[in-house]
């Protein structure tokens, strides 16, 4: 069993809607909780940067961690054309400077 | 802006040739990374170094070896290309301890023939 599942989709939605990308983990060590964009041939990004349990909003987009259910989300709100991206997460416990890696999940928004 | 520098974007490789991939931070970060991404399978740590000269293998280390010189260069070596190394090579830089966010580089393509 993998550390960190993600739905590799792909996934495909219209213009303005809501995108929900979500990720598990095994590990209930992980305390440092990320979303990554990437875009096509182009290196990953960080997007979203969540320590321990709780929300975080910025702009458009919300990430959301459950450790309770080791379990974490990523919410897009009025979804453009430009969030087209795959997406990663990716987690991390203390004391550790490595991360572990979600597969990713390949996000299109239709105009 | 933190800047991870990969020297190449898109390299072609015969099978068997020695192939370098360097890496270039402007930050001053102590950690830097290779991974290599393939469809379906994400990203898998091939070696870290937190410190010049050290380094440790990360998840997939069998047939690369890394070489940290000086605080800002990273490089990846490939001693003998082989066809299942043809992969997206992401380098990437993080600052001191744990929880750091982790910036990448844009990628190099390797493709081994």
């Known amino acids: 069993q993998k550390e960190v599942e993600q739905d590799p989709g792909p996934l495909s939605v219209p213009e303005g809607a809501i995108v929900s990308l979500n990720c598990t983990y095994s590990?209930?060590?992980?305390?440092?909780f990320m979303w990554y964009r990437q875009y096509s041939r182009k290196g990953p990004e960080l997007l979203m940067y969540?320590?321990?349990?709780g929300n975080k909003e910025d702009g458009r987009f919300t990430a959301q961690v459950d450790k309770s259910s080791k379990y974490i989300s990523l919410f897009i709100r009025d979804s453009q054309p430009s969030d087209s991206a795959t997406y990663l997460c990716?987690?991390?416990?203390?004391?550790?400077?490595?991360?572990?890696f979600g597969a990713g999940t390949t996000v299109t928004v239709r105009a | 802006d933190v800047k991870v520098t990969q020297s190449s974007r898109y390299l072609v490789k015969r099978t068997g040739e020695k192939v370098f991939l360097e890496c270039v931070q402007d930050?001053?970060?102590?950690?830097m990374f290779w991974y290599r991404q393939d469809p379906g399978l994400g990203l898998r740590l091939i070696y870290f170094?937190?410190?010049?000269?050290?380094?440790e293998k990360g998840d997939i280390p069998e047939g690369y070896s890394v070489s940290r010189e000086k605080k800002e260069r990273f490089s990846l070596i490939l001693e003998s290309a082989s066809t299942n190394q043809t992969s997206m090579y992401l380098c990437?830089?993080?600052?001191?301890?744990?929880?750091?966010?982790?910036?990448f580089g844009e990628g190099s393509w390797l493709t081994v023939v």
């Open positions: 969540t320590y321990s349990s």
């Open positions: 930050m001053d970060h102590e950690n």
């Open positions: 990437a830089s993080s600052w001191g301890a744990s929880g750091n966010t982790i910036y």
């Open positions: 990716a987690m991390s416990p203390p004391n550790d400077y490595k991360l572990s």
């Open positions: 170094s937190y410190d010049v000269k050290m380094k």
């Open positions: 590990n209930s060590a992980f305390q440092y």
